[in-house]
Structures are given as C-alpha cells and as structure tokens.
C-alpha cells in the first residue's frame, strides 16, 4: 500500500526561528501533496497544496510568507514555519495523492507536533 | 465543496456492530463518498470509499442510500482499537480532502 512518511514527529523550536517539516512518499510518486493543521479537539484544515514543480497553492487566510512550501520532487514536499510564533504551535500533517485520476483518496503522515516556545 | 454532516459522538459496547451515519444531500454524480478516522495524535487513515454501490473490505463495510445523499459506515465488531474520529468526506478526482467535524466513536469494554 501507499505509504508517507513525515519527519520530525515532534519538535520543540524557539520564537523567532524557522522550522522545516519533511513529507516523503515511500512507494509512490505524488503528484500532489497537501498540508494540514490541527488544533487540539478540533478537525483538520487544510492549508495548502502542494504540487511538484509549481507553485503552492494556498487556502484562504494562510499566510504565503509564513509558510513556505517546497515541492522539489515528486516524492518530497517540505514546510517551512518561518519566525515560529507560540501561536503555531498545532499538529501538522501532511497527505499525498497518487493523482487527480486516483479515486483512493489520499494516504496521510503521522504528523508532526510543533511546539513554539 | 459539498458537505457532509455526521453526528458528533457515538458509544458503542465492544464487539457489537457499530452503524455511523453520514449526512451529504448536496452529493453531486461525480463525488466519491470517503471514510478515514483518525486515533488521538495520529494522522488520518483511508477505511472505505464508494460510489455508488455498496463496499467491503477488511476494515468495514460502507452502505450507499440509492440516491446517494447519505451513507452508513459500519463496523462489524467494533474493538478497543476502534474508538476514533471518524470523518465522512466527499470527494472529487483531483479535488481536495475537507474534513468536517466527525464523529468520535468511544467503544467500552
């Protein structure tokens, strides 16, 4: 089955600096990748999506600049918190598509808790 | 993009069959009905998606109304390791995932 891995599960960064959060699928290539948030007791949103060799496309209210996405390959996408605040502390979790023709929907990261202190 | 409505919570009796329902009248004719459910800090994980007709696989089995506007996620016997968020979606080929708010399942013992 179709398998993604996301690196760090858990990282604890100072206000002010950047962290960078890697998306890999293992057995597959993806097309497209998306990134989601969660706040705790609540669902995720989704943030963006990512798609190899072209640019993010963000949801509304995310803030481009803040999080920088990076497709470089069609196996690895990255998110980069930049000037991490306490308020992005949150869940973030990355999925993958095999493609728009792939009806099985999307295989999901562990996620990646992100404490900003 | 069209959306679902699923009760908030749930409580099941370990090994009984749990029937989680799902609300999504405004389905158009191309959209797949998917399942995931979600373990306390753990990304989603795929259980079941349909079209039209009726699907089973190891996990579970998913029950379409003939005129698609609402679905039943069903759990033969459900465990311990079952209680979950679980999420009724609709999605489009090369569209995007939105979850809604789910239905927390708690199962006892």
């Known amino acids: 089955g179709a398998v993604v891995s996301q690196h760090p599960s858990r990282v604890i960064c100072k206000s002010g600096t950047s962290v960078k959060i890697e998306c890999r699928s293992l057995?597959?290539?993806?097309?497209?990748m998306f990134w989601y948030r969660q706040f705790p007791k609540q669902s995720l949103m989704l943030m963006a999506t990512s798609n190899e060799g072209s640019k993010a496309t963000y949801e509304q209210g995310v803030e481009k600049d803040k999080f920088l996405i990076n497709h470089a390959s069609l196996t690895l996408s990255t998110l980069t918190v930049t000037s991490a605040h306490p308020e992005d502390s949150s869940f973030y979790i990355c999925?993958?598509?095999?493609?728009?023709?792939?009806?099985?929907?999307?295989?999901f990261g562990s996620g990646t808790r992100l404490t900003v202190v | 993009d069209a959306k679902t409505t699923q009760p908030n919570s749930m409580e099941s009796n370990e090994e009984e069959p749990v029937h989680l329902p799902c609300n999504h009248s405004t389905i158009s004719g191309t959209d797949y009905i998917h399942w995931y459910r979600q373990l306390p800090s753990q990304g989603p994980e795929y259980v079941i998606h349909g079209l039209t007709s009726n699907v089973n696989n190891r996990m579970a089995s998913l029950a379409i109304a003939e005129d698609r506007k609402s679905s039943t996620l069903i759990l033969h016997r459900a465990t311990l390791r079952d209680a979950a968020v679980y999420y009724c979606?609709?999605?489009?080929?090369?569209?995007?995932?939105?979850f809604g708010q789910g239905t927390e399942l708690s199962v006892k013992p």
């Open positions: 979606i609709l999605y489009n080929q090369g569209g995007k995932l939105i």
């Open positions: 057995d597959f290539q993806a097309t497209t």
């Open positions: 999925s993958a598509s095999k493609g728009p023709l792939d009806s099985n929907g999307y295989t």
